[in-house]
């Protein structure tokens, strides 16, 4: 059995907190981006409110 610290980690998109791997993320890892769903949420709200400035 492996130890939390032996497990992959890499930082969430949004927040920049560590995320280590886990079990239900096994399949997609590679393109897990964010901790949780709030900071999805949180970040898809920053883009839309970022997209909505431009004139045109």
Do not use: F, I, T
């Amino acid at each position: 059995m492996k130890r939390k610290g032996d497990l992959p980690q890499k930082p969430c998109k949004h927040c920049g907190r560590p995320m280590v791997w886990r079990k239900r993320w096994r399949a997609n890892w590679d393109v897990v981006l964010y901790c949780s769903d709030r900071c999805q949420a949180e970040a898809k709200r920053e883009r839309a409110a970022a997209g909505n400035g431009k004139p045109g």
